[in-house]
Antibody, heavy 119, light 112 residues
Framework: QVQLVQSGAEVKKPGSSVKVSCKASGGTFSSYTISWVRQAPGQGLEWMGRIIPILGIANYAQKFQGRVTITADKSTSTAYMELSSLRSEDTAVYYC????????????WGQGTLVTVSS | DIVMTQTPLSLSVTPGQPASISCKSSQSLLHSDGKTYLYWYLQKPGQSPQLLIYEVSSRFSGVPDRFSGSGSGTDFTLKISRVEAEDVGVYYCMQGIHLLWTFGQGTKVEIK
């Protein structure tokens, strides 16, 4: 049974960074990609980027280029999303989601991690 | 980036009645491999999104057959044949043909 378990809620100051983890179990970590999707309060879903663990290659949405870094540790089946230069507009729930076959899309999602940016 | 536009943005439906959501993409989602990379997700209140439909019309495992998807190219539709109380939430279409994936704005479905 596939599970994506994310790290807990964070409260950060403007200008700082946050790193959220997503630990996968079930399935073979290197056989799929992990994306990060965020949802600001009362807003829709926004794709941020993905990591291809077997290659160590990441792609990022233009909006987040230069501020987001997505990585993966194959030894622990864990993906990470680090967002820097935080501002209040980055307050959101951050989800990780798995893609095993691109045509199927996100078949499993993490439970979400609330990141609050406040002075 | 490919822009995904959903209509309507909200829908109030009587239980047992049908519902339909439209999704239009700014570019064709038909890939050279013959597949169309269009998905539908449902986010129930307080939950993570869940996959309903992939490749336009294929229901994901466990999704009731009252949900159906159709369309081609740039125009797509999600239909619920008979809405039930458990179907409330926000429905999103998403494209996966471009390297950088994008969602529609979401359509909120509520029960009358």
């Amino acid at each position: 049974q596939v599970q994506l378990v994310q790290s807990g809620a964070e409260v950060k100051k403007p200008g700082s960074s946050v790193k959220v983890s997503c630990k996968a179990s079930g399935g073979t970590f290197s056989s799929y990609t992990i994306s990060w999707v965020r949802q600001a309060p009362g807003q829709g879903l926004e794709w941020m980027g993905r990591i291809i663990p077997i290659l160590g290659i990441a792609n990022y949405a233009q909006k987040f280029q230069g501020r987001v870094t997505i990585t993966a540790d194959k030894s622990t089946s864990t993906a990470y999303m680090e967002l820097s230069s935080l501002r209040s507009e980055d307050t959101a729930v951050y989800y990780c989601a798995r893609v095993q076959e691109a045509v199927v899309g996100f078949d499993y999602w993490g439970q979400g991690t609330l990141v609050t940016v406040s002075s | 980036d490919i822009v995904m536009t959903q209509t309507p943005l909200s829908l109030s439906v009587t239980p047992g009645q049908p519902a339909s959501i439209s999704c239009k993409s700014s570019q064709s989602l038909l890939h050279s491999d013959g597949k169309t990379y269009l998905y539908w997700y449902l986010q129930k209140p307080g939950q993570s999104p869940q996959l309903l439909i992939y490749e336009v019309s294929s229901r994901f495992s466990g999704v009731p057959d009252r949900f159906s998807g159709s369309g081609s190219g740039t125009d797509f539709t999600l239909k619920i044949s008979r809405v039930e109380a458990e179907d409330v939430g926000v429905y999103y279409c998403m494209q996966g043909i471009h390297l950088l994936w994008t969602f529609g704005q979401g359509t909120k479905v509520e029960i009358k």
